[in-house]
């Protein structure tokens, strides 16, 4: 394989790639080093991945969902997932330690809301398909 890392070329490959991959390497080191420089911290990107991990069970995404519609407790928000009571908290938990949710006691119930409205315009986008519905 040849590999240049002058200025980018186009490079005609002999026939059609299906794969995905180049036909051959041709690293634009401009556009690399700039993209590298307006990259996040790994700090940061340790954060939005752990956030957008939070959207990869079945059980968060139910939870999210309803309460983008209404503040509810963990006895609702039990019903609304479809587990048991210390399974859904197991799940609040997780979502408040990514900072996702809130809550606020009211007496000896405990009331969960969105604490960051990313959360609602992320799940949204994402229950939409990205536009492509």
Same mark, same amino acid.
């Given at each position: 394989m040849e590999v240049t890392s002058a200025r980018p070329r !186009?490079? !005609? $490959?002999? /026939?059609?790639?299906?794969?995905?991959?180049?036909? *051959?390497?041709? *690293?634009?080191? /401009?556009?690399?080093?700039?993209?590298?420089?307006? &990259?996040? #911290? #790994?700090a940061a990107i340790g954060r939005v991945a752990e956030r957008f991990s939070?959207?990869?069970? $079945?059980? /968060? *995404? !139910?939870?999210?969902? &309803? =309460?983008? /519609?209404a503040e509810l407790c963990v006895c609702d928000l039990s019903k609304?997932?479809?587990?048991?009571?210390p399974a859904t908290s197991q799940q609040l938990q997780l979502l408040r330690r990514l900072g996702l949710v809130k809550f606020r006691m009211d007496g000896r119930l405990? +009331? +969960?809301? =969105? &604490?960051?409205?990313w959360v609602r315009e992320a799940l949204e986008t994402a229950l939409d398909g990205?536009?492509? !519905?």
């Open positions: !186009r490079v !005609r $490959p002999a /026939r059609a790639n299906a794969t995905g991959e180049c036909a *051959v390497v041709c *690293v634009d080191s /401009r556009k690399v080093a700039a993209v590298c420089a307006a &990259a996040p #911290d #790994d939070a959207l990869s069970d $079945p059980t /968060r *995404v !139910r939870i999210l969902h &309803a =309460l983008c /519609r609304v997932a479809r587990r048991s009571m405990a +009331y +969960y809301s =969105l &604490a960051d409205p990205g536009g492509t !519905r």
